[in-house]
């Protein structure tokens, strides 16, 4: 993997990490019993997710939460002292991995240090939640995703709107045919950082776009699929004295859609518009979905011509964990979200951020 010159940051993309020869063999998991709470981990407190994740654990009834692993020694000082993190209990990384109770591991450190630790969980035989994006080595990312599953472990990326009623109702109207061929996609997720935040993000590859655009690519590849060819376009336009790409797009051509996904630091506007020959679905501020639907003919439940679509609140974090507790329960892969999925979104996302993959 290269990339397009600009900064050295692979330092710390822990490249090559994943060495096949250091993948250890060991028996394959087995599903817990269907109704005992699973052992649930964190290894990571810096991850802007890391809290939502704490704060699902406890409250689902599919898990208990044994323990949270800080492995910088700075941040486990910080951490201890944020009154967030009061209550829990505290460990060392190995510790957590060789704990028989834990069975379950939610990596939450930075995303250029994610695939070090989960392929630590792997190896400790433990089903893993890899929060976005899952480090910058698409190489070592699959080497982890074919260890699981030659141990069957189960293996859930971070990405925030899988369990949106908003995207599934726009799965199933494509599943359905309901808006015909697709011809465009526009797809818009921007976020406003603070100085810490540009910091971080201008260590990263693709800066914006490797930081919070996977979660719109990752919803584009579910719906339409692989695509054929990414092209991004990363640029530097706040007045700001980084090198940080905050001014960010690529452009996803399949067949016959084309999308693009844009992402810009001045404003926290986010939407995800599908365009079809014969209808069109229009999602506004998908975090608290606002949807509207354009249809030529009835469909379902739903009327010919524009409509407002009432939806419930999206729920972060808690429904992909549930979800995850029943595929280790029943000895499955998630439905939807595979390996091939996921190493197609890797792919997409690694190109868009300027990436040779």
């Known amino acids: 993997m290269s990339r397009m010159p600009r900064r050295q940051f692979l330092s710390r993309s822990f490249s090559g990490a994943v060495a096949a020869s250091s993948l250890g063999i060991a028996s394959p998991a087995k599903p817990p019993a269907e109704h005992d709470p699973l052992g649930a981990a964190l290894i990571g407190t810096t991850h802007p997710h890391a809290l939502g994740h704490r704060k699902a654990i406890e409250q689902s009834q599919n898990y208990s939460l044994l323990g ?25 990384v190995d510790t957590v ?31 893993t939640k890899i929060d976005k994006p899952p480090g910058a080595d698409f190489k070592a990312l699959k080497q982890i995703l074919d260890e699981a599953k030659r141990r069957k472990l189960v ?15 726009a799965h199933r109207a494509l599943q359905e045919d309901w808006l ?4 465009s996609v526009a797809c818009q997720m921007n976020d406003r950082l603070s100085p810490e935040g540009r910091r971080r993000l201008d260590t990263y590859p693709g800066g914006q776009m490797f930081e919070i655009c996977g979660h719109m690519i ?23 004295p980084d090198q940080l790409e905050d001014d960010v797009l690529a452009m996803f051509e399949f067949d016959p859609a084309v999308a693009v996904v844009k992402s810009h630091t001045r404003d926290g506007n986010r939407y995800f518009y599908i365009f079809g ?25 739903y ?32 439905e939807f979200f595979t390996p091939e999925h996921d190493l197609n979104v890797q792919k997409a996302l690694l190109t868009a951020s300027g990436l040779t993959v």
């Open 68 to 92: 949270v692993a800080e492995p910088n020694p700075d941040l486990l000082k910080r951490a201890k002292k944020d009154s967030r993190w009061e209550g829990v209990t505290w460990m060392d």
């Open 303 to 334: 009327r010919s011509g524009e409509q407002e679509i009432r939806l419930g609140p999206s729920e972060r974090y808690l429904p992909d964990l549930d979800d995850l507790a029943g595929a280790i329960r029943e000895g499955r892969q998630l």
């Open 97 to 127: 991995l060789a704990d028989k109770r834990v069975q379950m591991v939610c990596v939450e450190t930075d995303p250029l240090e994610a695939l070090t630790y989960s392929r630590k969980a792997v190896e400790a035989n433990k089903h």
């Open 218 to 240: 990752d919803a584009l590849i579910w719906l339409l699929g692989k695509p054929a060819r990414v092209s991004p376009v990363l640029r530097h336009s706040d007045s700001v």
């Open 277 to 301: 020959e014969k209808g069109s679905i229009l999602i506004d501020s998908p975090d608290r979905p606002r949807m509207r639907m354009v249809l030529s003919s009835s469909q379902g439940d």
């Open 155 to 169: 293996i859930q990326m971070g990405y925030v709107y899988r369990y949106n009623p908003a995207f599934r109702l």
């Open 180 to 183: 015909g061929p697709i011809r």
